[in-house]
């Protein structure tokens, strides 16, 4: 039974030194990278060889995007909605892609790992194969996502439970401007 959803879209507007106040904590955030699977294994997950401080300072503004997967009935299956996230995912990097190049000096921020090539060439040691779309996460740079979404947009990051869906999934990135 496929995932029934309708699509909701917020942004909101900060400051990179705002937001990081608020929102960055490199040393807290790195390591529970270290749970997921991506960790060492994509050239836009940690670790780096570089401090992502780095990315954050070079940056004066933030637009945040949030993609919001609506459920439209309670109780569907998780799995159907995980892909349904996964396929909403190239929707909203099409469009963080769209904002970048209308936008000069901006950086987009991706919701998650970066999926562009099947296998990433990090796990081989070789460099990134596409070096011109790589782009980091707001997690992978240290930032905190859920308080993120509860501060700018007033919502609660919700979770699966016992093969179910949330009411809504979200994926949360934006846009780092000069």
């Known amino acids: 039974m496929p995932f029934h959803y309708h699509i909701r879209e917020l942004t909101a507007k900060t400051t990179t030194a705002a937001f990081v106040v608020r ?3 490199v040393e807290k955030f790195l390591p529970l990278c270290r749970r997921c699977d991506s960790y060492g294994t994509r050239w836009t997950c940690p ?3 570089f401090d992502p401080m780095t990315i954050w300072h070079n940056y004066t503004g933030l637009l945040l995007y949030a993609r919001i997967l ?3 009935t309670p ?3 998780l799995e159907e909605a995980l892909a349904a996230l996964k396929r909403e995912k190239l929707l909203y990097r099409d469009k963080l892609q769209q904002w970048e190049r209308d936008t000069p000096d901006s950086r987009m921020l991706l919701a998650g790992t970066c ?3 099947e296998a990433c060439e990090k796990t081989q040691g070789r460099p990134c194969k596409k070096p011109e779309l790589l782009r980091y996460s707001i997690e992978a740079l240290g930032g905190d996502v859920e308080g993120c979404l509860q501060q700018y947009f007033h919502m609660p990051m919700l979770w699966g439970r016992a093969g179910k869906a949330p009411d809504y999934l979200v994926l949360v990135g ?5």
């Not at 934006?174 to 000069?178: P, R, S, T």
Request: aromatic share 16%; proline share 10%; hydrophobic share 40%.
């Open 75 to 77: 109780e569907q299956p």
């Open 115 to 117: 999926h562009e090539c």
């Open 23 to 25: 929102f960055v904590w």
């Open 47 to 49: 670790p780096f060889d």
């Open 174 to 178: 934006g846009l780092l401007l000069k």
């Open 70 to 72: 609506q459920a439209d």
